[in-house]
C-alpha cells in the first residue's frame, strides 16, 4: 500500500539507487514494479509486512509495501496504484518512470510484522492493501503455518495479483470479495470476525472504512492480536476540515499551538519537543500519550473506547476541544 506524508523522510545519503528492471501494469491503474540493483547482488533483508520509501520522480517521497518472497533477496518488488485524486507520487510513479531508470530506495521498515506467537493468522486486504499480505502469506506458506485472506476490491478489473492467488498452495484459503462499487455490496465482516480462534491474529491493511469495520467487528479480540496498516493515507478529517487547537505539556507548563493540517506530533517537534514515535500512521502505539484533560478527536487503530478518555495517539488525533493537556 502507499502514500505515506507524514512519515519521516531518509537522506538522500541513506538510501539506495536501484534500477527499475520491470514495470507492468497488472490491473486497472496498478503498476507492478521490480527493482533491484544495477549489478546482480543481495539487498537488505525484510521481513513480511516490510515497506520501502521510494522516492518519485517528482521528488515526493512514497511507501510501498513489498510484496515478494522475504527469502528473496534479489530485488524488490512493489505494486503502485495510480491516485489521480493524490498528491502526486503515485502518479509520478506510474507515469514518469521507465525500465532502465534508477530509484532512490530506502532500507526496509517493517510496522507491520507477523507474530511470531499467533497460532493462526487472518489477513484482510482491501484494493491495493493487498501488498503486505503476498509477503505474509508466502513467509506463513514457507512455515507451514495456518492463515486465510479475505481480499475485498471493487471488480476483477481492478484486482491486482488474482493469478499469484490462484496458486494451487493456497486453494481454500482465499475469499475474494467484489462489492462493484456499491456499499450495500461489501462483504459482511461481522460474521466472519464473530468467533476469534484460539490464538489467532487479524493483519488488516486497505481503505479506512474497511479497517474501521475489522476495528469495530474484533473489539472482543485482544488489541495485541489485530494489526493495522494504511501509511497514515486514510486518516479521516472532520467535516469541514481539521480546525486549529493547542496542546498543553502538564510537565513543562508548556503551550503548543496546533494548526490545522500539522499532527500534534509534528507540532511538537517544531517545538522541539521530543516524543517518541514510529509508523506515524496511528498504527503501531509508539506515540501513546497521557491524556490529562480533553476530548480526543481519536483516529488512531491502536486505543480501545474505553482508553480513550486517558491516552491519545498523538501522530493522528485531534482535539474535539480548544485545548489538550497531556502528560509531556
Ligand atoms: S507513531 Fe505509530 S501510532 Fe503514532
Not at 239 to 266: C, H, M, N, Y
Request: charged share 25%; proline share 6%.
Amino acid at each position: 500500500m502507499a502514500d505515506a506524508v507524514t512519515m519521516k523522510d531518509f537522506a538522500e545519503s541513506e538510501m539506495m539507487p536501484l534500477r527499475l528492471h520491470a514495470k507492468t501494469e497488472i490491473a486497472q491503474d496498478i503498476f507492478l514494479f521490480e527493482l533491484a540493483p544495477r549489478e546482480p547482488g543481495d539487498l537488505p533483508a525484510f521481513t513480511a509486512g516490510s515497506h520501502i520509501l521510494v522516492r518519485a520522480p517528482n521528488r515526493l517521497s512514497r511507501r510501498y509495501s513489498l510484496c515478494n518472497d522475504p527469502a528473496d533477496r534479489s530485488r524488490y518488488l512493489i505494486a503502485v496504484k495510480r491516485e489521480a485524486a493524490g498528491r502526486g507520487g503515485s502518479v509520478s510513479m506510474a507515469e514518469d518512470t521507465a525500465v532502465g531508470d534508477e530509484l532512490l530506495v530506502s532500507p526496509p521498515l517493517n510496522y507491520f510484522a507477523l507474530d511470531p506467537d499467533a497460532a493462526s493468522h487472518v489477513l484482510i486486504a482491501g484494493g491495493i492493501g493487498i501488498t503486505p499480505m503476498l509477503a505474509m502469506m508466502r513467509e506463513l506458506k514457507a512455515k507451514g503455518a495456518d492463515f486465510r485472506l479475505i481480499y475485498c476490491s471493487r471488480s476483477p478489473e481492478t484486482t491486482a495479483f488474482l493469478e499469484d492467488l490462484s496458486d494451487p498452495a493456497f486453494a481454500g484459503r482465499i475469499l475474494v470479495h467484489h462489492d462493484h462499487g456499491d456499499r450495500e455490496r461489501s462483504l459482511a465482516i461481522g460474521p466472519l470476525m464473530a468467533v476469534r480462534p484460539e490464538g489467532a491474529h487479524v493483519y488488516c491493511c486497505g481503505p479506512r472504512p474497511l479497517m474501521q469495520a475489522v476495528r469495530d467487528v474484533t473489539r472482543h479480540w485482544p488489541s495485541t492480536a489485530v494489526h493495522f496498516e494504511d501509511f497514515g493515507t486514510s486518516v479521516s478529517a472532520a467535516p469541514g476540515g481539521d480546525q486549529p487547537f493547542s496542546v498543553r505539556l502538564a510537565k513543562s507548563g508548556r503551550t503548543v499551538e496546533v494548526p490545522a493540517g500539522v499532527s500534534i506530533l509534528e507540532a511538537l517537534r517544531r517545538d522541539d519537543v521530543v516524543v517518541p514515535s514510529s509508523c506515524e500512521s496511528g498504527t503501531c502505539g509508539a506515540c501513546r500519550t497521557t491524556l490529562l484533560e480533553g476530548i480526543g478527536d481519536h483516529r488512531d487503530f491502536v486505543l480501545d473506547e474505553d482508553e480513550q478518555d486517558d491516552a491519545i495517539m498523538i501522530c493522528v488525533s485531534r482535539a474535539k476541544c480548544g485545548t489538550l493537556t497531556l502528560d509531556i
